[in-house]
């Protein structure tokens, strides 16, 4: 998707009736009528942080996208304006730049902050759980914003789901990994839970920054990284320091990045603004998932055709041993936390409900779909 056909489609709208989004993404019937426009012509410069390096295909033009949007949907009475990591903060004190207002916006992943809180990971992605789709589901009509909302506001923040990648690869190795004994000491970039249940299996989890893995790579620091799947990887060009590339992305089945927004200054603006953020996130939420959609199968095939990438399936016995650590990494997590404990519960029973649709519908048609040819 062009930048800027994402402007003259989801912006325009977003500025008209699109604003009656702002309801149904809290679950409410689509008939709720927009907010009525303000006389509030106060123009409003809010900074934008990002945990991606600017201009970042995906990632960082995402962010791009949402001030873009947000601009030309208000009319210019919000004039966003981005910083790539490292710009104004690094990447990985955009929460805390957003939540003591040095900045008003922040893009960037929710698992980065565990820090904060264990339950951070969940509104971004856990090993092993929802897609995509699902996420947007609890996301947006199974009570998981409203969760979101809850332990962020502890933090003077409001978050918005606002991009998705869909399934990722499960990383890049530079050597083989034919059983679970070839994980013992490895060191990996891997943020999240994913890095908790990967250390169980004896590797070293390292969390760095998109921006720094190609070189930690190749000067040795970790052996392996994750990052997101072909599109971005090409990109950072990562399959010029590792040969191998494995899926499927167990980790990161189906990671939701988010818009945090100062709680202050999102409830300082009238209603048809703040109608106008969360619309232009959600413009976003669903225009980065048909942008990877579209970008990862080109990047695929150049990096088998042009490259020589070696993809592979990572074997039962090493899936099964990361399934089993997973559920014990979830199970702890939630077990020393109340409120992980309570999102938890909520992503465990939205995942068990969808089982059977799933199994009736995507995963069905998939399995029979076949060739055109």
Not at 28 to 52: C, F, I, L
Request: charged share 20%; with cysteine.
């Amino acid at each position: 998707m062009k930048r800027r056909d994402l402007l003259k489609g989801a912006g325009l709208a977003a500025a008209g009736s699109g604003l009656a989004l702002a309801g149904c993404s809290q679950g409410q019937p689509s008939s709720v009528a927009a907010p009525v426009a303000s006389a509030d012509e106060t123009v409003r410069n809010w900074k934008m942080v990002t945990a991606w390096p600017a201009g970042f295909p995906g990632l960082g033009t995402a962010a791009a996208d949402l001030a873009a949007l947000i601009t030309l949907a208000s009319g210019g009475r919000i004039k966003v304006r981005v910083y790539g990591a490292g710009e104004l903060v690094p990447a990985f004190e955009v929460f805390d730049a957003v939540s003591r207002g040095t900045a008003e916006m922040g893009h960037a992943a929710a698992y980065y902050w565990g820090g904060k809180s264990p339950a951070a990971a969940f509104f971004c992605t856990v090993p092993f759980g929802l897609t995509a789709m699902e996420m947007n589901g609890w996301l947006y009509y199974g009570g998981g914003l409203e969760l979101w909302r809850e332990l962020y506001a502890s933090f003077g923040l409001v978050p918005f789901p606002a991009g998705n990648t869909g399934v990722q690869m499960a990383g890049w190795f530079k050597r083989e990994i034919n059983s679970v004994a070839d994980l013992a000491g490895l060191k990996m970039r891997i943020p999240g839970l994913g890095g908790e249940v990967m250390s169980k299996l004896g590797a070293t989890p390292v969390n760095l920054p998109g921006g720094e893995l190609f070189s930690a790579l190749q000067s040795g620091a970790i052996d392996a990284t994750e990052w997101v799947g072909p599109y971005n990887d090409l990109a950072f060009g990562l399959h010029r320091v590792a040969k191998y590339c494995y899926y499927p992305g167990w980790q990161e089945p189906g990671p939701t990045l988010e818009c945090m927004v100062n709680k202050a200054a999102f409830e300082g603006l009238p209603d048809d603004l703040k109608a106008v953020v969360e619309s232009c996130c959600r413009a976003v939420n669903d225009s980065m998932l048909a942008e990877y959609t579209a970008r990862n199968q080109a990047a695929l095939d150049a990096l088998q055709a042009e490259h020589g990438v070696e993809f592979r399936l990572l074997p039962d016995d090493v899936l099964d041993a990361l399934r089993q650590a997973s559920v014990e990494v979830l199970e702890q997590t939630a077990a020393r936390d109340a409120f992980a404990a309570k999102v938890y519960a909520s992503v465990k029973a939205f995942r068990a409900s969808g089982r059977s649709w799933a199994a009736v519908s995507e995963q069905a048609y998939l399995q029979r779909r076949g060739d055109w040819s």
